[in-house]
């Protein structure tokens, strides 16, 4: 390991990462807030991981060096895995007819989604897990990783056109290549929620793991891709090159999506202003709950804590060093 390593482990306040040795997984946690959905901040931040593991790789001169082989994806917020796009601003930039502002929205999520789907152009393999909701943008999102994790559980699927929308970042490019235009396009016109067993049974998932043990699901898969990792990189490099998805293409139909959300009526923005809030509400739910114990924070438990505690990586803390102590406190 060296600076430039640690470097990928920026100052992110919406998303967590953890890197597992054992596996040269990094774990990347969504962490976003007020609502659990794709904040331009949260945005932001993962595109500028990406540009940080890129920067990264680009040091290393073979790929023996190389420390990091998995990029996984998760969530922080337990139940959901992600609620899509940023409802109250969507709702905001189409009442002003802020047509430029919606279209950098729409373009900075393909810049992530296109470079999930092709693992960063890098010799690694991408990775989502989802458990609880995934639904518009979210569903989006673990579609354009290599591989789909799910819990049988799960929730994923496309709202929008509850408030006569589509998903316009990347849904119908990533589906139709796994199950066919048709079945893209009826999933998405629908708006039908499915459970991870479906999905599964439909190809979409590529593997299921345990609701109580999803991330020991998680590196028991990981362990297997290992034992055979060059040849199954290689299997990647081949179905992005015969589903191939350019870039280009992605941005057409965020051009659609943009001038279909512009002619959206008042009573579409209304639902929109009520899906919004009710995003709101799912995290406030989420709140009331217990503390989410993710590998990188074992060390707060629910209740009474004793210092000092031993974290993750071995490192001794002696003291609470988080400024707000409720910030790891997700329902």
Wanted: charge should be positive; hydrophobic fraction near 35%.
């Amino acid at each position: 390991m060296n600076q430039d390593f640690f470097n990928i482990f920026g100052d992110y306040k919406e998303i967590t990462l953890r890197y597992d040795v054992q596996h040269r997984a990094i774990w990347c946690y969504y962490n976003p807030t007020p609502r659990p959905c794709f904040t331009l901040s949260m945005l932001n931040e993962m595109r500028q991981l990406q540009k940080n593991i890129i920067k990264y790789f680009k040091t290393r001169e073979t790929e023996s060096q190389l420390p990091v082989r998995y990029l996984v994806i998760h969530s922080k917020v337990p139940g959901v895995y992600n609620l899509g796009g940023d409802l109250a601003l969507f709702s905001k930039l189409i009442k002003e007819r802020k047509r430029q502002q919606l279209f950098d929205y729409a373009k900075l999520c393909i810049d992530l989604t296109y470079l999930n789907y092709v693992s960063l152009t890098l010799p690694l393999t991408t990775i989502s897990l989802v458990e609880g909701l995934a639904l518009g943008g979210g569903f989006e999102s673990a579609l354009s990783s290599n591989i789909l994790i799910a819990t049988e559980n799960a929730e994923m699927g496309f709202p929008e056109i509850r408030f006569n929308l589509f998903p316009g970042m990347g849904a119908f490019s990533f589906l139709a290549r796994i199950c066919g235009a048709t079945t893209a396009e009826k999933m998405i016109v629908e708006g039908k929620i499915y459970n991870g067993r479906e999905l599964y049974e439909m190809g979409i998932v590529n593997h299921l793991v345990d609701t109580d043990n999803s991330l020991d699901g998680v590196e028991k898969y990981i362990r297997q891709h290992q034992r055979s990792g060059n040849g199954r990189r290689a299997m990647q490099q081949v179905r992005q090159s015969y589903h191939s998805i350019e870039y280009r293409d992605l941005l057409d139909v965020i051009e659609i999506w943009v001038d279909t959300a512009l002619r959206l009526k008042d009573k579409n923005l209304r639902l929109i202003d009520r899906m919004a809030k009710a995003q709101l509400v799912t995290m406030d739910r989420q709140k009331k709950g217990p503390l989410l114990r993710t590998k990188q924070d074992r060390r707060f438990a629910v209740g009474e804590v004793t210092f000092p505690l031993t974290d993750w990586s071995g490192e001794t803390i002696r003291i609470d060093r988080r400024k707000k102590a409720d910030r790891r406190l997700f329902h």
